[in-house]
């Protein structure tokens, strides 16, 4: 078969195009890199024009007249030049509604493109899209990545990435593909809750990990215990860091003597994982259900991570709190709580980390999940 996979976020397309092409599949990937993290593409649309230093004050001054940031335009563009090879393929999978990131009204010319010239085209809800935000905007969960806005309403440009999803301009976008995509599949239990009983929702299924590229060791803490914590700030009020950044410091000042801590911001997706190589307890997101890649990695690696494991997720996998992660929720005093339980306990971030490695290992390998994705493709 051959496959498109367009956009890229946390590595997802990048663990399934392996796991796709283990399985003797061709497979061609599309996209930015996902900004600083710079993940490898086959085709790139990355901008580079408007980022070089010459050109950059020139960016600045349009965004600050205007509110429009020239590299929205580059990537269509780029992608404009690339369609020609883009063309004849059995299956496109689409990242999220918006896999290309540029102007709304060249973002529907670019997708008509593609589903002219391809034979299949399936969708993922994957971070935000129309239907996650609709549902998040009623509430009907007790926490979102909306939650700090709802709270302070100041926070509304540090969210409005997300709720851009709910303008008229994308509505246009959301509309076509609907019209036109095969069959909608979630990456992870946030975005199964928002699509129950949709007609073109086809089920969930699990983030790929390449095991094969990463080691595991059993934990051994013969000195102090590391917690890591990688920041984006460009998505810290929607992970909800400022939680465990001052969960932080009152574990550093309650107990100086047992942990190191470790923070990194916006650093590359390689560099960022030779940082929590040495962690034992990696701090990822606060406002989620089901774990995300940063932690899925660190999970298969061992550690033990403070991430999504809502009862709902516990209920569908079969598993017990605090068995294979830590639920991480929205309250500071019960982020230090579960800390220095692990603190004062590590023989237990060795037996969480075990289970943890062995969970990703059942669900999550990336040819089990490219089976899985080809068994709805070809259904």
Same mark, same amino acid.
């Given at each position: 078969?051959?496959?498109?996979?367009?956009?890229?976020?946390?590595?997802?397309?990048?663990?399934?195009?392996?796991?796709?092409?283990?399985?003797?599949?061709?497979?061609?990937?599309?996209?930015?890199?996902?900004?600083?993290?710079?993940?490898?593409?086959?085709?790139?649309?990355?901008?580079?024009?408007?980022?070089?230093?010459?050109?950059?004050?020139?960016?600045?001054?349009?965004?600050?007249?205007?509110?429009?940031?020239?590299?929205?335009?580059?990537?269509?563009?780029?992608?404009?030049?690339?369609?020609?090879?883009?063309?004849?393929?059995?299956?496109?999978?689409?990242?999220?509604?918006?896999?290309? /990131?540029?102007? !709304?009204?060249? @973002?529907?010319? +670019?997708?008509?493109?593609?589903? =002219?010239?391809?034979? %299949? $085209?399936?969708?993922?809800?994957?971070?935000?899209?129309?239907?996650?935000?609709?549902?998040?905007?009623?509430?009907?969960?007790?926490?979102?990545?909306?939650?700090?806005?709802?709270?302070?309403?100041?926070?509304?440009?540090?969210?409005?990435?997300?709720?851009?999803?709910?303008?008229?301009?994308?509505?246009?976008?959301?509309?076509?593909?609907?019209?036109?995509?095969?069959?909608?599949?979630?990456?992870?239990?946030?975005?199964?809750?928002?699509?129950?009983?949709?007609?073109?929702?086809?089920?969930?299924?699990?983030?790929?990990?390449?095991?094969?590229?990463?080691?595991?060791?059993?934990?051994?803490?013969?000195?102090?215990?590391?917690?890591?914590?990688?920041?984006?700030?460009?998505?810290?009020?929607? /992970?909800?860091? !400022?939680?465990? @950044?001052?969960? +932080?410091?009152?574990?550093?000042? =309650?107990?100086?003597? %047992? $942990?190191?801590?470790?923070?990194?911001?916006?650093?590359?997706?390689?560099?960022?994982?030779?940082?929590?190589?040495?962690?034992?307890?990696?701090?990822?997101?606060?406002?989620?259900?089901?774990?995300?890649?940063?932690?899925?990695?660190?999970?298969?690696?061992?550690?033990?991570?403070?991430?999504?494991?809502?009862?709902?997720?516990?209920?569908?996998?079969?598993?017990?709190?605090?068995?294979?992660?830590?639920?991480?929720?929205?309250?500071?005093?019960?982020?230090?709580?579960?800390?220095?339980?692990?603190?004062?306990?590590?023989?237990?971030?060795?037996?969480?980390?075990?289970?943890?490695?062995?969970?990703?290992?059942?669900?999550?390998?990336?040819?089990?999940?490219?089976?899985?994705?080809?068994?709805?493709?070809?259904?």
């Amino acid at each position: 078969m051959k496959v498109l996979l367009l956009g890229e976020y946390s590595r997802l397309h990048n663990n399934l195009k392996e796991g796709l092409i283990s399985l003797g599949h061709e497979v061609t990937l599309v996209g930015d890199g996902d900004g600083f993290k710079n993940f490898d593409v086959d085709i790139s649309i990355r901008p580079t024009f408007f980022t070089h230093p010459l050109i950059g004050w020139f960016r600045k001054v349009v965004f600050g007249l205007f509110k429009f940031d020239l590299l929205t335009l580059e990537r269509g563009l780029k992608f404009w030049r690339k369609q020609k090879k883009l063309r004849g393929y059995d299956v496109v999978q689409l990242i999220n509604e918006k896999p290309i /990131k540029t102007l !709304p009204w060249l @973002e529907r010319k +670019l997708l008509k493109n593609i589903i =002219k010239h391809n034979e %299949k $085209v399936f969708l993922l809800s994957c971070g935000a899209d129309t239907f996650v935000v609709n549902y998040l905007l009623a509430k009907k969960p007790k926490y979102s990545i909306l939650t700090p806005y709802f709270e302070d309403p100041s926070l509304q440009p540090r969210v409005q990435y997300v709720l851009d999803y709910a303008n008229k301009s994308h509505q246009k976008t959301h509309a076509l593909l609907m019209d036109h995509v095969k069959g909608i599949i979630a990456s992870d239990y946030d975005y199964v809750l928002p699509l129950e009983g949709h007609p073109k929702f086809k089920g969930l299924v699990p983030n790929p990990v390449n095991l094969d590229a990463i080691e595991y060791h059993p934990m051994v803490i013969s000195e102090k215990i590391n917690l890591f914590l990688g920041i984006n700030r460009g998505n810290m009020f929607a /992970k909800g860091i !400022p939680y465990f @950044e001052k969960a +932080l410091d009152i574990i550093e000042s =309650k107990y100086s003597d %047992k $942990v190191t801590i470790h923070k990194v911001t916006n650093v590359p997706y390689k560099e960022y994982i030779t940082f929590f190589e040495s962690a034992h307890i990696l701090l990822d997101q606060v406002f989620g259900y089901d774990q995300g890649y940063n932690a899925l990695e660190a999970m298969a690696r061992g550690k033990v991570v403070f991430t999504g494991a809502e009862e709902e997720f516990l209920t569908h996998y079969g598993l017990e709190e605090d068995q294979i992660c830590i639920n991480a929720l929205p309250d500071v005093d019960y982020l230090v709580s579960k800390l220095s339980w692990l603190i004062e306990n590590p023989e237990m971030i060795a037996n969480i980390g075990s289970t943890a490695r062995a969970f990703v290992e059942k669900e999550h390998s990336h040819q089990k999940v490219a089976k899985a994705y080809l068994s709805i493709w070809n259904a």
